[in-house]
């Protein structure tokens, strides 16, 4: 069954059953491997994307029900064009491993659309879904505050 | 990529080497601190490959796992020191296994001795020890090394290079070699002239290397100051390649369901539902597991759940309690080790007090973000792997085993690691990996294990019980009697990665036990090992992380039992003993404005723990919040004595902070019929964002020599929280996780 999926601007179309959590598709389907698998039971937030530019667990949404344009970390910048919350990544040099960090920055990203200047405990309701085992959390809020200021500068 | 592999896979090369269009400086004569008798025996120096320079520029190799540590860019950072090439600038690939790569720090722990009481010359004996790895083919990641490691062979690695690049200039301009000078990747001469390290390559590959002396500290631009990781953008951009990311030609997806009990099979299994399912192209027997590939990881994840798997009986005792049951009838057989023994622990003088306290910790998964995974292509007459893992050249070995090669015919590809904490210094993830492709020949297989199977088949963290007699008068401790027992990392996890039986003495066992920088009269420290039940491995800080725990907590129950402020008991009895660890404990309490006082609903906690080279004190402040309890901030300083990238080691004492205070709050594996009952994160939860507390980081240099990162974070946590809630509520935790008894915010 072929199923037509709006990915980072680019259609594809996907020849997978309906069941498969989106997830799957991008990876191992489409080849964005940027979006990752930490759990499948949508409690650690690595497969993190944006459908319609709302942070939605890409492990918890099969191919069938995917209800609008999917947007990846890929799809948010790459290493030449980085977006503000890339570039407020690397500027506090956040990751450690890296492997929760699209899901980190795609959730980031979904919350900075949503409210400009988030404050702390904003940041905390906001990212207490997203795991992560090496303890970037410090870097990844001073990120998300800079890439405040620099959306509102720019 | 080839001809490095050609020229590592040759282990020992003399001079430099052409390659193609370029040059490979074999860098290395290794260090003699003493008459070396490996080096006698094998009658040849030692030279590595670590730099290649050719047409396209620079390349360096960091031969060891980046799972998180920054360990890429310091490595590489260690050698653009001295070649003056600016790290951004220049490739670093991990390169192949091969065991020109050992690891010659990892091994110098196992040397008997304290560690922080090490003189020079027993320093350099550890050296020396550290060695054997390259005979053992040991290319790991872990002990908290590569620094250690990596220190000094790797400067002489870039000046070695650097030296013989400006040979070969001075060759060519007509000039001596000690009036050029090297800048960003270039031979400058007197008159200005730039010649590229790239145009020099050929010439550079035609002569002798030259052996140069290092660079004063003075004079460092890159070592000791914040240096952008060079894995930075493509972790920001999801471009960086783990284990499960890599992509063949070809390629299919495989998953697999292994025996819940450990160590044995399976009575039969019916795969008919499996058959027909979507995707699914091959079902195959391992023995004691099945494996379905099939044309996504997904599909095959659904196949192989449909499997209906009999599995043998688990031949250990089958829940917790019989586990535990089990380590604490240890305690009746002879001690196997005795590390500590000063004084007189059984008689007591007058009027003493006396604590007795029995600690009991859970065993513990590893859980990394990235799950146990690796790609695998068998071609009939070699074999590539392609994974996340901290030990190439055991993967190699354990890969050639299984499919009756050659060593030499098996590649490993060595990914970024989606954390590793000493889960990937084993290779049952890769071992399988090799098993279904071996029945695949042709096809690319990349296997990935779900999240409960991860879970669910670690190398764990030894359940472990201690029992401690203590003693204080007039304020003073007196005595401490402990004695630990669990399964034994050493004699397991050792034994898997070295192929080798270990006996005698098991120091790991009792690391941060037995070696704390406390001077107390009558300590004795025993250890007792429990016999191989669950599969246990390395886990961030190994024996420390119980011991660390026990022999910290002991000391805070013998501050309050004294009557005596825990920060200022702790300092009187690690001055003495070793003065960089009195200093750490005034910086945390300098730090945290300590007073020995909290205001009510305010607990605040220190620990001290001494593990891998490196003293670490912690202060943790809890807060009842609404009747739960709130980490609220935290304070760490440790001392390296040497720190090579500031950041990096602020991030790695953090993480080794939160690794510890995640299991103290809620890490437990726990066994229900011999399997294990926790199968994924809401099972086996962490420290997230909204539940971490802030934190301060002091790094000191006072101590003579270099001590680790990566672990030494993680043994003061628990015991510091333990501590903290201890002053918030009056109830000690002797148990973790603390979940089960105390109300945590979460």
């Known amino acids: ?97 890296g492997y929760c960090q699209s899901g980190q920055i795609m959730q980031a990203a979904s919350l900075l659309a949503e409210n400009p200047s988030p404050s702390d405990a904003e940041i905390d309701e906001a990212m207490q879904g997203n795991l992560c085992r090496c303890g970037t959390y410090p870097r990844i809020r001073a990120a998300i505050h800079d890439a405040a200021k620099m959306m509102k500068e720019a | 990529m080839a001809s490095i592999r050609k020229i590592a896979r040759r282990s020992f090369l003399i001079g430099s080497a052409a390659i193609v269009g370029g040059v490979a400086f074999g860098t290395y004569k290794y260090h003699q601190p003493a008459p070396n008798p490996l080096e006698e025996k094998d009658g040849r120096a030692v030279l590595n490959p670590f730099v290649f320079v050719d047409q396209s520029g620079v390349t360096l190799i960091a031969p060891r796992a980046e799972m998180g540590q920054g360990v890429k860019s310091s490595w590489a950072s260690l050698i653009a020191e001295e070649l003056d090439v600016d790290p951004a600038k220049v490739t670093v690939l991990h390169g192949p296994a091969a065991k020109a790569y050992y690891n010659s720090a990892m091994m110098s722990e196992a040397l008997p001795g304290r560690g922080y009481d090490a003189s020079d010359f027993q320093h350099s004996l550890g050296e020396i020890v550290g060695h054997m790895s390259k005979f053992l083919d040991l290319q790991v990641t872990g002990g908290s090394s590569s620094m250690r490691d990596g220190f000094d062979r790797m400067r002489q690695a870039g000046a070695s290079a650097r030296e013989t690049l400006k040979q070969a200039a001075a060759d060519q301009l007509g000039v001596s070699r000690d009036q050029l000078k090297t800048e960003d990747g270039h031979v400058v001469a007197p008159n200005g002239t730039r010649l590229s390290y790239s145009t020099l390559a050929a010439a550079a590959a035609m002569i002798e290397p030259v052996e140069t002396g290092l660079r004063p500290a003075s004079s460092w631009r890159l070592i000791g100051k914040d240096v952008p990781r060079i894995d930075m953008v493509a972790k920001s951009t999801g471009t960086a390649e783990f284990g499960v990311d890599v992509r063949l030609p070809g390629m299919k997806f495989a998953a697999i369901k292994q025996s819940p009990n450990f160590g044995v099979g399976k009575t039969g299994f019916d795969a008919s539902a499996a058959e027909g399912m979507a995707g699914v192209e091959k079902i195959l027997d391992l ?25 043998d009986p688990a031949p250990y005792p089958e829940t917790t309690d019989a586990i535990f049951d089990e380590i604490a009838r240890s305690f009746g057989n002879a001690p196997n080790s005795t590390m500590r023994d000063e004084g007189d622990v059984d008689t007591l003088p007058e009027g003493a007090t006396v604590i007795e306290a029995e600690y009991r910790l859970p065993y513990l998964a590893h859980a990394t973000m990235e799950p146990m995974n690796a790609t695998a292509l068998y071609t009939g007459d070699g074999l590539q792997i392609w994974a996340p893992n901290q030990g190439p050249t055991v993967v ?351």
Not at chain 2, 289 to 294: E, F, K, L
Not at chain 2, 298 to 310: F, H, K, R
Not at chain 2, 626 to 648: H, S
Request: glycine share 10%; net charge negative.
């Open chain 2, 287 to 311: 023995g004691d597991a099945v494996a379905v590939v099939a044309t996504n990881t997904w599909l095959a994840q659904q196949a192989v759940d449909a499997i209906d798997v009999t599995w």
């Open chain 1, 1 to 97: 069954m072929s199923t037509t999926l709006r990915i980072n601007g680019i259609t594809h179309q996907v020849d997978l059953p309906d069941d498969v959590p989106l997830l799957w598709v991008l990876r191992d389907e489409v080849g964005l491997t940027g979006t990752k698998f930490g759990c499948g039971v949508a409690a650690c937030g690595a497969c993190t994307v944006h459908i319609d530019g709302e942070a939605v667990r890409s492990c918890q949404v099969a191919l069938s029900d995917v209800w609008g344009d999917v947007t990846t970390i890929e799809g948010i910048g790459t290493p030449d064009t980085m977006a503000a919350v890339q570039q407020a990544w690397v500027a506090n040099q956040v990751a450690q491993c």
């Open chain 2, 396 to 746: 190699q070995k354990n890969a050639a085993a299984l499919a009756g090669l050659e060593k030499d015919a098996v590649e490993v590809n060595t990914t970024y690691l989606g954390g590793g904490f000493g889960r990937r210094i084993e290779t049952d993830y890769t071992d399988r990996a090799v098993q279904i492709a071996l029945q695949m020949p042709g096809t690319p297989v990349q296997l990935t294990w779900s999240r409960e199977e991860d879970m669910s088949h670690d190398f764990y963290r030894p359940g472990a019980i201690a029992r401690y007699r203590a003693a204080v008068k007039d304020g003073k401790a007196v005595m401490v009697h402990g004695k630990v027992a669990a399964q034994s990392t050493t004699v397991e996890g050792a034994g898997r990665m070295l192929g080798l039986p270990m006996t005698g003495p098991d120091k790991g066992h009792v690391d941060a036990a037995f070696n704390q920088p406390l001077a107390i009269p009558n300590f004795r420290v025993e250890g007792y090992l429990a016999k191989p039940m669950i599969p246990v491995g390395f886990w961030r800080s190994v024996g420390a992380s119980f011991n660390g725990f026990f022999s910290d907590c002991i000391i805070d129950e013998m501050a309050h039992a004294a009557g005596r402020d825990p920060l200022e008991f702790r300092l009187e009895l690690a001055r003495p003993e070793w003065e960089p660890a009195a200093k750490v404990l005034e910086t945390v309490r300098d730090m945290s404005g300590w007073t020995g006082k909290t205001a009510d609903g305010i607990g605040r906690g220190v620990a001290l723990a001494y593990s891998f080279g490196t003293p670490v004190a912690q202060v943790i402040e809890v807060a009842d919040q609404d009747g739960q309890i709130r980490m609220t901030n935290a304070w760490i300083a440790a001392d390296l004595g040497r720190v090579i990238d500031p950041q990096n080691t602020r991030a790695q004492m953090f993480g080794g902070m939160v690794y510890g205070l995640s299991a103290a709050c809620f890490g437990e594996i726990t066994f229900q019929g011999g399997a294990v009952e926790q199968q994924n994160f809401p099972d086996y939860d962490a420290l997230r964002m909204h539940t971490m507390p802030k934190v301060e980081v002091a790094l000191l240099e006072n101590q003579p020599h270099m001590g680790g990162a990566g672990e030494p974070g993680t043994p003061p946590a628990a015991p510091a929280l333990a501590n903290a809630i201890f002053d918030l509520t009056g109830r000690r935790a002797r148990q973790l996780p603390l979940m089960h008894d105390f109300d945590l915010f979460i």
